[in-house]
């Protein structure tokens, strides 16, 4: 996919990525609009994500971000209209938008879509990142600091600084170029992917501590419901990487958080071994994601939610065939 090729014509150039967004998709979202502006100075360039959270100011263009609500912004059709690091249903508001564009391009990595949903599409779930792809369409030349840090942002999220199986040798060789850049790549990694608000440490000690064993202890699960997130006064943005943590109990194949985003409705997210295949079991309610990580929202109390859940899940333990 040549980038430049597909953008030369367009006046307008329109970018987004998947509701809720995190590292990769914020990274890959202002690592792109931030190539494009360096190739075209003189055109149009929006991104339009839900709004990301704090930790991503680091990143330049992050002010530039149109924040989502639930309505689609007033906008004319674009010339090109780009989906990062996301399939169109799962764009929310800016769905629209790319439906409207008169060119659209999909750059993902998730295997829940496989044939992407562009004109032109750059898929390849094998990817680290959708970070990654970005930095592969990137023309070396015009690879610079500010772009480097976005995309390599986005890659350390993604693979949770370098230590999860969709890692490859290309993952490494990619993060060491973004670094030659000169980019002070420790402090991105400690202030974007390891630090925590005192309230973060709060209502992820409470998810420790409220989190089961189940399945024989191949499984651990845990839940924050809406009444204690209000009493922490934390929301969507402040759950980042408790899952991660819990998926690090000894003998546990799968772990499974989830918080409520309104009454009954829950926003769940699954981490993974070899054994359990996340994305094929959360695509069953409507979700998607990668084979080790993946996530949709469900409905029902949180005991209704983990028996759904569990049944897909077990059943891929007992078969051996994740």
Known sequence: MNIREICKGADRIGISGHVRPDGDCVGSCLGLFLYLKKLF?????????????????????????????????????????????????????????????????????????????????????????????????????????????????????????????????????AAAKLIGTGIDFPRLVEETFFEKTYVQNQIMGRALLESILIMDGRCVVSHIDKRTMDFYQVTSKDMEGIVSQIKLTKGTDCAVFMYEVKSLEYKVSLRTTEKVNAARVAELFGGGGHARAAGCMMNGTFHDVINNLTVHIEEQLEDGRA
């Open 41 to 173: 100075p003189k055109k149009e360039v929006k991104v339009f994500l839900e709004e990301p959270a704090h930790i991503f100011s680091c990143i330049k263009g992050f002010d530039n971000i149109v924040i989502l609500g639930e309505e689609t912004p007033a906008e004319a059709p674009f010339d090109v209209f780009f989906a990062m690091d996301s399939r169109m249903d799962r764009l929310g508001a800016a769905e629209a938008l790319f439906k409207e564009a008169k060119k659209t391009v999909n750059i993902d990595h998730h295997i829940s879509n496989a044939r992407g949903c562009g004109d032109h599409n750059y898929i390849f779930p094998e990817a680290s990142s959708t970070s990654e792809l970005v930095y592969e369409l990137v023309e070396e030349e015009m690879l610079d600091a500010d772009i480097a840090a976005a995309l390599y942002i986005g890659i350390v999220h993604d693979t949770g600084v370098f230590r999860y199986s969709c890692t490859a040798p290309k993952t490494l060789m």
